[in-house]
C-alpha cells in the first residue's frame, strides 16, 4: 500500500495517462517494469509445454508439443490514479474509493524451435512468431484486502481473458525457484513416468529437449539461469486465477476442447550485480495454465488437468 503523502499525491494529481517511467512509486511493485526486456543476449531462455489433443497418438489422442522461444516484453504507458468509487457499509457513510495504477503490456514470442511426442506435421515454424498478448498490470494502491494488491488481465489470441489476482513481496536475495510437476493431474491415483500413458513425458524426461527442458520438471531452466549469477534485490509477485473474483473465460471451441481453466503465475523481478559491482535488472517468470480435457483416469470425477507451463528469464534493455 502506498504511505499517506503518496497516496495524497495520486488523489491530487487526478487521472494521469502516459508514457510509463522507471521508478514511478504509483506502480508499488510494480515500479522496475517500464521499458523493454528480452532474452536477446540470452538466447533459448525461454520454453514452453502444452499437451493437445491429436488423433495420431494411438489409443491416447494427445500430444506433448515444446518450445524453445525468443521472448520481448513491452511495458510502455501508465493510466494512474484511476478511480474507483465507493462508500463505507456503515454509518456515517463517507467516500471510500479506491485508487489504482495501470501499466499496459505487451508480449511477444517467436519459436526457435520445437518437437512434440508422438512426431507431427502440425508444429509451428522455426523463427516464425508463435504468441502477441497485451494486457495490463494493475496495482491497488488502497482498499484491497489480505495483501492483494497486484493484478495481471490479459487476452490471448486463442480466445481466452484472464484475471489473477496476488501479492507481492521484496527480499535481499535470489529467490528460491520451486520445483513444480509438469505431469498431468488425474490420468492415474499416483503418477507413474513407466505407464504407457505418460510415454512422452518419460521420452523428453530421460532425454531432455536441447538437453535443458524436462517437461517433468519445468522450472529446471530457471535455476539453470541463476548459476553463477549475483541477486542482491528480488521483488516477488505471485497472481493467481484462483483467487475470489479471479478466473479465466474463453470463447466456445476453447472450453469444448481444451477448456483453459486456471493460471498460477509467478515473476521475480531481480537486481543482478556483475563482476564490475554494475547492477542490471532481471526478470524470471514461471506461469502454469491447467487445461481440461479428456475424463479422469483415476475413478474421480471431471476431466484430466494438463499443466501448460511457460518459463523465461529476460533482461531490461538499456
Known sequence: MLNAP???ALQTAGRVIGPAVAG?????PLADLPGTWSNANLPGRGWNMIALPFAGNGPFHYRLLLNQYNETLTFATVDKGVPNRGISATAPVVETDQFLAALDYRQQITQVDSVDSPPSTLRPTNG??????????LHLANQFDGGLDVVRMGTIPHGDAVNAIGTH????TAP???DISGLPIGDQAVPDLNSPYLAPYKQFHQQPFKGIFDPVHPNGPLVLA???????KTTEVKVDT???TGGIVNIPFVTKQAN???????MWIQQVRDATGKTKLRLQYSQVVFLEFFPRRDGQPGSIRWPHVSVNTLEKTP
Not at 24 to 28: E, I, R, S, V
Not at 128 to 137: A, V
Not at 169 to 172: L, Q
Open 260 to 266: 483453459a481453466t486456471e493460471m498460477q503465475f509467478t
Open 242 to 244: 484462483r483467487t475470489p
Open 226 to 232: 541463476n548459476q553463477g549469477v549475483t541477486i542482491v
Open 169 to 172: 513481496r521484496e527480499f535481499p
Open 128 to 137: 516464425k512468431p508463435i504468441h502477441f498478448e497485451p494486457g495490463l498490470w
Open 6 to 8: 503518496q497516496l495524497t
Open 176 to 178: 528460491v525457484i520451486p
Open 24 to 28: 514511478d512509486t504509483a506502480l508499488g
